[in-house]
Structure formats: C-alpha cells, structure tokens
C-alpha cells in the first residue's frame, strides 16, 4: 500500500524506519521528513497542518494510509478533515477524530474523562479568568508541591511543578492573567503532586479493542543524575525492570481497559495510537496523562524492540482484525540516548554541520534516527535543540545503555551534548 506519514521529528524517522521494513509498504512518502527519512522514503514538503495540500497529494499520488505523527494535526481535526470528504474518507487515517483527541488537547477534559470513568489520576480543580480569585485560596491550602498545568497544547511546556505556594501564586498568575502559554493556558488545572517513578505504555486501538505495544521510561532532565531543566527528553530505556507482570496486570485492568472502554461507551472515533503517562505510586500506577499519538523520544526505543509488523497493525485497527495479532518483541534490553544542541533547552545555534551519522548507523545493534536536523545542500546541519538519538540492542540495559554511548562517539557537531547515565538507577 502507499503510505503518507506526517511529521518531521525523530518519532516520524523511527516511524518510517519501521514502517519501511513491511513487505505490505510499497510507497511511502514523509510530509514534511528531514534528512534522515530522506533516506528511507520520499520527503514531500508539505507543512503537517496543511490538510488542503494533504489532501490534494493523498489523491494523486493514490495514498491507502495516513499516520499522524505530531499532536497539533490531530487536535485540529486531521482524521475529520478527511472523513468527511467523499474523495478522501477510503484512506485508512490512523489518528483520533478532533473530540477523541481532547484527551491530549485539553488538560480538563481528559480529567473529566478519567473521573467519570473511574481511572487512577490525581486529585484537581481547574481555573479560568472567571474563577481566578477562588483559585487563590485554593493554592494558599493546598499541599506542597502544587502541580499547574496550561488546559491546552503548549509544546511539551505547559506544566509547573511549584515547590512553594508563592511560587505557585505567581506561575498561577503568570498562566491566566498575562497569558504565559497563550490561549492554551486561559484555563489552568491544579493537581495533587504524585510521588513516584514516571513510566509511558502505549497502546493502538480501533476505538474498541486495543493491543499494548510496548512500554518505556523517559529521562527528562538535562543534567546527569535527573538534575537541571525539563526537556522534551534526553534519553528512553525498555523494558522498564519494574513493569514486571504484576505492575502491567494493574496497568491493564485499571487504566487501559476501562480507557477503551470509556472511548466506546461515548461513541469517540479513535483509531491509533494511546499514549498512558503513568506515575508508579509504591507499585499502584496513577493517569499523568494522555496523549493521543507515540512519544519522542519513546518512539525510537519501543518501536525497534517490536518485532510485530508496525504496517500489519496500523492495518488492522481499519479492518477488524486488531483483537487477534500477536504482538511479540525482540529480545534483550534497548536504549536511546538523546544529542542536543548547547544551550537546550533554552537558546542553542543553529545550522551547525554534523558528521559520522553513517559511520555509527554501521555499527551492530544501533540505528541513528534524525529528529532537529536538516539540509543545507546535501550537508546534514543542526535544526533543533534536540538533534539525534542513537537507539542500541543490549543483552541487559547497562549493555544497551554502554553501546549507545559509544556509537554516538562517532558523531560530532559543534556543542554536541548527551547525557551518560540514562538507566542509571537500575544499574
């Protein structure tokens, strides 16, 4: 089948890399890419929220699937867009509709969902510029630290962590009245801090059934040791030591089965990908959230430990199938360790040459996916904070771990930082 995936990040590079090693993928075409799905399949320079120009090259170019990658499209409506008109609404969009969607789209509306549906999540209340004034109080007696999160999409930065009620007061203000986050951030959600180990599993379904596909722990601190500023993540580990079959019995029947079937039960059109944001409380998983596509850089560490055919089950979540496959994984541990640009996550340069992709992609057991690269002629240069990860296959982590490090040696570009202790704590 000819395939339109959207995206240009490191998620859409392990993605395409995946989805290119299926016998049933004849064509498949990258909207936008970057230079490392280049090399894989054929980048089409179409932004991924132009859903008129997308539409217009799905038809002629004869696309039976489209993958969403990033979760700006689907919040906006991408699978709708092309649901609904005649000439479209064959292709097999894997993605929610806009109202499935507002799981990841809207903070409040995901908590909404979660409480009627009784799923493990932390206590909240939630504010606008209507209630502001209630929200104060609400703050000055509320247990330390205070969790504030912006309502809507703010690029993986819209959460506060406050370890004081003053500081909480000014992030709370910051947030509604001097629009801090934009429109993302006219409503705030207040929530009870959980202690605990943070974990992602991640699950497709068809709106009814659903298969989990992998799990994985993300680091996201800068610093060595989970020190520094948030990023949007410097490396991944799975399987996690922890998720063990008693966890992930939990995680199943308290969270992803009453999920689906929450989904069902409201008639939500949800087709895809779920991503779980997990807090392990002392052995009891809790909801952080939900987002309605694959992680980066989770992507690249589940992905290459799955060994079910990624085109295969994206397949049968469109043709009633998706009950029956078998999911089976590869053995062994699995690594990704992220290279950013100095000064991330803050201010970083740009358009810096990188070298030595190939020479690690050569390596055994490693796969280098481009995540903020690009081209400047038929050089690769530097585009993003977050440039390259280098994903490995180990006997155990510490081996996965060890062989990631040391292929992302071959690699260089002006500033080059990764962290050197992902899976620390489980040495």
């Not at 993958?67 to 409506?77: A, H, N, T």
């Not at 330390?144 to 703010?154: E, R, S, Y």
């Not at 089965?257 to 069902?264: D, H, K, R, S, V």
Request: with cysteine.
């Amino acid at each position: 089948m000819n395939i339109l995936l959207i995206g240009g990040g490191g998620r859409e590079h392990a993605m395409a890399w995946k989805m290119a090693k299926s016998h049933h993928c004849d064509n498949l075409y990258i909207a936008p890419g970057n230079p490392g799905t280049a090399s894989i399949g054929t980048n089409v320079a179409i932004d991924s929220n132009d859903f008129a120009s997308l539409k217009q090259f799905a038809i002629d170019n004869t696309i039976d699937m489209i993958v969403v990658g990033p979760e700006e499209p689907l919040v906006k409506g991408i699978y709708d867009f092309f649901a609904k008109d005649e000439s479209t609404q064959h292709i097999n969009v894997i993605g929610p509709s806009a109202e499935a969607a507002q799981l990841e789209g809207s903070k409040a509306y995901s908590k909404h969902f979660m409480q009627k549906h009784h799923i493990p999540t932390a206590g909240y209340a939630e504010f606008t510029l209507d209630n502001y004034e209630d929200g104060i109080p609400y703050i000055k007696a509320h247990s330390l630290p205070i969790v504030l999160k912006a309502d809507g999409l703010a690029a993986g930065k819209g959460v506060i962590i406050a370890e004081t009620h003053a500081d909480a007061l000014v992030s709370f203000e910051e947030m509604i009245q001097n629009k801090q986050f934009g429109d993302a951030s006219s409503k705030v959600v207040i929530e009870e801090f959980l202690k605990g180990i943070e974990v992602s599993v991640f699950a497709l379904t068809d709106g009814k059934n659903y298969q989990i596909i992998g799990h994985a722990k993300d680091y996201k601190r800068i610093g060595v040791g989970d020190t520094g500023l948030n990023t949007g993540g410097m490396g991944c580990v799975s399987p996690v030591p922890f998720m063990d079959e008693a966890f992930m019995a939990k995680v199943e029947k308290q969270i992803i089965a009453p999920t689906i079937q929450g989904l069902a039960q409201e008639n939500l059109i949800y087709k895809g990908f779920v991503f779980f944001g997990l807090m392990n409380c002392g052995g009891e998983p809790y909801v952080i959230e939900y987002n309605c596509r694959l992680g980066d850089p989770e992507t690249e560490v589940i992905l290459p430990r799955l060994q079910t055919d990624l085109v295969s089950l994206l397949a049968a979540t469109d043709n009633g199938t998706l009950e029956d496959v078998n999911i089976e994984y590869y053995e062994g541990s699995f690594a990704t360790v992220m290279a950013v640009s100095a000064g991330y996550p803050g201010n970083y340069p740009k358009n810096l040459k990188i070298t030595g992709i190939e020479t690690a992609n050569a390596l055994p057991q490693i796969q280098v996916f481009q995540a903020g690269t690009g081209f400047d002629g038929e050089q690769v240069v530097t585009k993003g904070g977050r440039v390259l990860t280098v994903t490995s296959q180990g006997n155990d982590l510490q081996d996965a771990v060890q062989k990631a490090k040391t292929a992302l040696t071959n690699i260089h570009f002006e500033g080059m930082y990764f962290r050197n202790d992902i899976g620390f704590e489980f040495k």
